[in-house]
């Protein structure tokens, strides 16, 4: 017999993962109720606790996208593109953008009092106008709905393979408030869409729903509920909707912890995952490496911290005397270009490379915190190369020697989210030996950045994919809303008398 489950007790045994236990502290204990769920991490143990009202949240929007899923195949090409077309109108209209301007700046100003980081959570003018161009180019860009990727013709029959909607998919976003239009572009391949933004954004979130998507979805006459949002500021609203097993896809973008969790609790519900959330890119220097490229190449991979910023680099060490100078000097030009100071963070010999005064100097690194005074060069273990640095305004790195470009692949493969890498070298045979031999979906000969779906591929992305946790079946690592579909077959007889 199946009892829901009514209370917790303080240290009560909790069995996951078939053979291990975790025990419930006293503080869960005393904040779950009748009616909440708990979910455990079968790759952790952790407890997740989610509230009833959180869960029936998650619940309402995700049962409305899986409503609206249902209508959305009757629904033409040109209702979807009239839909971002207005979408993207009362964004650009300034007397409706007014009040998401000042939900906003509301947003900040809280975010700010408890001093949390505001870098990506400002809708600032250019934010709103990549939004509007987005959604624009999801207007404009053509259907994939039904269209025909492959045709088999028989003897009185025939079959097509066609591409169709995949479902209702979710999102859990950090809080940047342009994730809307990243977003909403699955509806381009016939999908709806539920998403979850962080509580720093909720406002914003609200704000925009109220005064461009819902009034959007409904003067283009797309089903109500299309598009949306888990109106909660609880984080476990999103371990709400990623258990919903109705997502035919969930996405988490954010940082690794975080998404690793979510991914993890989809994945215990049945629901296919696409995780965005652990970077940071590579740069190996070959010894054949012209240094002037090199100090440009580490410059340009430091415009600012993203997931495809610069992170590690691996200088081979019989050509450490020339390199570790370029590279240095295209950490410092980076943090120069910034008016700010650059974070080193060295590992085993290459200490014998780096002036003494890196150690020496103490400056003012920008963290989310603010300035906090740091030695601009520390010393790290071997074992730390795969480490992120979510670096503020200080750009910063690991440099690392290695034996050979190959101990670099080696190196990256083992400890690195294997994300994105580039090999600076004038070998070509070696480029050949580091793009066959590395083990990540993105692979380059110069700066890190490029790894952008609108920058490289000119769609809108609604995430990158690493292959920390495998390669990807059937698809890129650049996440976008045309890449989001599964495919029909469709059968046409011209001879009722056909048999087999």
């Given amino acids: 017999m199946i009892d829901n489950l009514t209370g917790l007790e303080p240290n009560q045994i909790i069995i996951f993962g078939g053979n291990r236990t975790t025990s419930v502290s006293a503080e869960l204990a005393a904040a779950f109720s009748a009616g909440d769920r708990l979910v455990v991490v079968n790759d952790t143990g952790d407890l997740l606790h989610i509230r009833s009202d959180d869960w029936d949240v998650a619940e309402r929007a995700v049962a409305r996208a899986s409503e609206a899923f249902a209508k959305i195949g009757a629904v033409s090409d040109d ?45 600032s003018h ?57 977003a909403c572009g699955v509806l381009r391949s016939g999908n709806t869409v539920v998403f979850r933004i962080g509580s720093d954004a909720l406002g914003t979130a609200r704000a925009i729903v109220e005064h461009a998507l819902d ?17 909660s500021a609880a984080r476990s609203a999103g371990h709400a909707m990623f258990s919903n097993p109705r997502l035919a896809l969930a996405v988490a973008r954010g940082s690794g912890p975080a998404v690793a969790q979510l991914g993890a ?21 070959g010894a054949s490496a012209d240094t002037g490229r090199l100090t440009s190449v580490v410059t340009t991979s430091l415009d600012r911290k993203v997931c495809n910023t610069l ?9 450490a005397s020339t390199m570790v100078p370029a590279v240095l000097a295209g950490l410092k030009a980076a943090a120069d270009r910034a008016g700010v100071s ?41 074992d730390q190369l795969g480490l992120e640095w979510e670096w503020e305004a200080s750009p910063e790195i690991t440099l690392v020697l290695v034996d050979s470009v190959d101990d670099a692949v080696e190196r990256f493969n083992e400890q690195s989210p294997r994300f994105t890498a580039s090999l600076v070298s004038e070998d070509a045979q070696e480029q050949e030996q580091f793009w066959s031999t590395i083990d990540a979906p993105f692979v380059g000969d110069g700066f890190t950045r ?12 609604l995430g990158l994919s690493n292959w920390q946790f495998g390669r990807l079946f059937a698809r890129g690592g650049v996440l976008a809303g045309d890449s989001v579909f599964t495919v029909r077959s469709r059968v046409t007889q011209s001879d009722p008398n056909v048999r087999r």
């Avoid at 593109?81 to 939900?103: G, K, M, Q, T, Y």
């Fill in 79 to 123: 209702a979807i593109s009239a839909f971002f077309e207005a979408f993207a109108d009362r964004l650009s209209d300034d007397e409706l953008f007014a009040p998401i301007l000042a939900a906003n700046e509301a947003d900040v100003a809280s975010a700010k009092e408890r001093g949390r980081s505001t870098t990506r959570l400002v809708l």
């Fill in 126 to 182: 250019s934010m709103r106008s990549d939004m509007i161009a987005g959604l624009r180019g999801w207007a404009a860009m053509p259907s994939t709905r039904d269209s025909i990727i492959e045709r088999v013709d028989h003897d009185g029959w025939s079959i097509e393979q066609r591409m169709a909607g995949l479902g209702v998919v979710g999102f859990v976003f950090e809080g940047r408030p342009n994730v809307f239009a990243d």
């Fill in 342 to 382: 650059p974070k080193l963070h060295v590992v085993g010999d290459a200490k014998n490379h780096v002036p003494a005064e890196w150690f020496d100097t103490v400056v003012p690194i920008g963290r989310a915190e603010g300035d906090v005074d740091e030695a601009m060069a520390e010393m790290i273990d071997a």
């Fill in 265 to 285: 609790v989809a994945r215990q519900a049945g629901v296919p995952v696409s995780l965005h959330g652990t970077g940071g890119g590579w740069i190996v220097a």
């Fill in 311 to 319: 992170n590690t680099c691996a200088v081979v060490s019989s050509a």
């Fill in 215 to 231: 009034p959007a979805m409904a003067a283009a006459g797309l089903p109500e509920g299309s598009a949306s949002l888990v109106s």
């Fill in 450 to 461: 490029w790894v952008d779906g609108q920058y490289a591929f000119n769609r809108p992305e």
